[in-house]
């Protein structure tokens, strides 16, 4: 079996904790199934892109961030359960 990357989207509140932040994308991997270690990046929108809080989850789980402009967002196609 191939071993599974994962870009998680994230946005976050102004301010908002790392802790916060970090505990909710370990969360989400969690519920999907998967490991810690398959996360590869975590992506935002541009606006988004220096907020300490995804800044600082990103560092503590060793990926980068990468921003995507908000035109660029509107052309994903995202399932909704």
């Known amino acids: 079996m191939e071993d599974v990357v994962l870009v998680v989207g994230v946005g ?3 301010d ?3 802790e916060e932040v970090l505990g909710l ?8 199934g998967l490991a810690e ?6 992506a935002t929108v541009d606006v988004k892109g ?7 989850a ?8 990468v921003t995507y402009t908000a ?4 052309d994903v196609t995202v399932p909704n359960p």
């Open 71 to 74: 035109a660029e967002l509107s």
């Open 12 to 14: 976050a509140c102004e």
């Open 37 to 42: 270690s398959a996360v590869a990046e975590l």
């Open 50 to 56: 220096a907020e300490p809080g995804i800044v600082g």
């Open 58 to 65: 990103a560092a503590r789980l060793g990926v980068p961030v």
């Open 16 to 18: 908002a904790p790392v």
């Open 25 to 32: 994308v370990r969360d989400a991997v969690r519920e999907a």
